[in-house]
């Protein structure tokens, strides 16, 4: 059996690198004794498939995988079992059995929602650089690649954008495998388009949700039900 | 307070490389309340947390102190160069993982000393906790630093900034020591120096406070001569003598970050007495203890369970000597597998025995097999009494592609006593058997895909080994041998690594070096130096001027080839070897005859048993201790 598991990455162990959470997830669980099904061949490690990788730093209460099981666990015990054997910081916020057949998650996921904390921004220059970015046509930043850094149009790839609070925004971006934003590019490209936000820097940045995204319609929906 | 620094650090964390090793928080690690216990002890490895959290001893001794109730042990780790830079713009102090509260306010700063080349992080480590890097200016407000380790059995390069070295096993005297400093502190805590007078006079401990040195006019040593009445001439060591009488951490605590052996570790036995005459670790910790089967079973499946590792490593330090391995290793393997668990031995000997031992093991990945001739011909194996043939290194390596590995790695020494060009060749010789043979077990077409890394070291003579008498090949010579090496590897298969030889140099230094090295350590620190034993940071030149402004002729402690008759700056820091036979054993290496294992053979006398009451201890599978057997007269 398939559970699909939503998780969460808070406080310190943000600071937990893609791998490490893997490895600090798997770990959790073999602890909890749950049975977990592994791969057959040379090296054999648990069935576990992550929706998408989450940056070092970044927290999250969004983070979702599928973990494949031997045998039928209740997804609430599962849930308390789990949370049992994690360490602080990581957390099990919700299993369900996962939805038959689909194609994986990594190849559904492609919009992640984001809540940006920016500290040293006059909140006046902040919501005007919001509206701004939403008239605005195109916002063109400087992407650090493996091969340099190149001019790149991010207005496409961001869907929404509110502030929601003092130095507090909300941010909904593209992300997988057909492209993805850095939320540190947002705050570039808010920063290009009001000169209040020169100093402002983007102190926390937590992942609110995954989801799949429809390029027409623009209709989300959850990993839940995918 | 804790808070507060907790959240300073915390700010610096997004702007430094690998921020997981400072954030703790990982799992079995003991948080205690600090208004409960008595005395605080701060574990201060000095290197990076992912070199610290590897070390089977740290974890031990974190098990052992925080099993008392009145006291606990909290982590800290020397911070990488980026860390160290923001904690002083920031003002931040070293800081323990568990509770964020700095290093300075604990009652016991405690350094394990694995490697000479950690010694600058030591006084880096000092530094950013605030506290003064000389014992002597320390006081009663200060903490109590201690080290321990196998450096320990020459710590006098780093006398001047310890208040006590522990020499041995430490499960014991750790103890002893939080014994007595308690009983000092609940006595008033008078004088600082009536605390190290206690501690002087536990076995193992070493106040290097309390003795005075005197040269000779050519800079060699005349006299160590301790200045405290009571203390000893002569420090012995602390001898853990029945390993299964004292407790394993089954809950070690689990990193969240990658670090170097990232796996569960039981210790099978401890000490080594294949006499290999370079090796430091077999000679100060004599003699074999092993821990029973039934007991490594046990802890290895408790700590499979309380771990969730996916791999779990027997270690000792030759694992493949371990009198029940085949049947130990075979049972654990056989039951780990199920849970997705590799069974691990990260030493084994160079035979065919010990590769099928490893074959074994590793039934699921066959990646490379390391063997460790240590020595190219069998002339210089007989040397260093690394009692190997070349038929078994043949053996071996047919061994090792017959059980399906395609890449061998061989390790060497280079600038072994009495070694000639000759011996160099040897070693490049047995790279081409590697592929010979792989030639003849997997045909034309399949041995291209081997792959085979000879790897080659340079020779450190240590203290307590036969070669203490040793110098070291200059460094031009070394590097002048390691590329006479290269000339005879023309293959493509055979990838050919040597070791910065400047590196050994100075650990050569350190190894071998009395008080007076200590202000050229101090002067490299303040130079600059860090992380030395890694290759991104160590800088020869610093340590060259570092050494010319403090005074050290390093020739004069690496490339001197010293006397029967000298003192050393080690002597009167005991692991238990007599000097006679040290001196008997030297000769017997220039004469290339080799002694046998007193594990199986005879017993040469090498005077630890004696010295410290302390028997050879094998523990085949059902063996029955003598508390059993007592139990069992009596029941009967």
Known sequence: MQLRIRLAKVGLARFLSHLDLQRTVERGLRRAGLPLAFTQGFNPHPRISYASALATGTSSEGEFLDVDLTEPVDPAEFLARANQHLPQGVRVLEARPAPGEGDSLMAQINAAAYRLTVEGADQAALEAAVAAFLAAREVVVAREGRTGTRPVDIRPQVYELAVTGPGELRALVQTGSQGNL???EVLAGLAQLAPGLAGAELTLTHRLMLYRRDPETGVLTEPWSL | MAEALRDRIERLLPRVSKPARYTGGEWNAVVKDHSKVDLKVAWTFPDAYEVGMSHLGSLIMYHQINRRADACCERAYAPWTDMEAAMRAEGIPLFTLESWTPVSEFDIIAFPLLYELTYTNLLTCLDLAGVPLFAAERTEAHPLVIAGGPCAFNCEPLAPFLDVAVLGDGEEVIHQILDAYKAWRDGGRKDRRELLRRLASITGCYVPGFYAVTYNPDGTIKEYRPTEPGVPAVVDRATVKDLDAIDFPTRPVVPNTQIVFDRAQVEVFRGCTRGCRFCHAGYISRPVRERSPELVQKLAREMVRNTGYSELSLVSLSTADYTDVQSTVGRLSDELQCQGVNVTLPSTRVDAFSVAVADAVSKVRKGSITLAPEGGSARIRRVINKTVSDRDIRDAMRAAFRSGYRAVKLYFILGLPTETDADLEAIAEKGHW???????????????KVRVTISVSVFVPKPHTPFQFEPQVT??????????????????????????????????????????VANAILRAWQMGARFDGWNEHFDYNLWLRACEEAGVDIAFYTYRKKGYGERFAWDHLSPGLSREWLIDDHRRAMAEVEVEDCRWENCDLCGVCMSYNVLPTLKPAGFVGEDELAVTDSAG
């Open chain 2, 475 to 516: 460094l031009a010579e070394a590097r002048r041998r390691q590329q006479y090496i290269k000339r005879f590897l023309k293959d493509r298969r055979i990838e050919y690594k040597y070791h910065e030889a400047d590196v050994s140099h100075i650990e050569a230094l350190l190894s071998l070096g009395d008080r007076r």
């Open chain 1, 182 to 184: 850095k939320p540190e």
């Open chain 2, 434 to 448: 590697a592929l010979e043979i792989a030639e003849e077990e997997l045909g034309r077409q399949e041995a291209r």
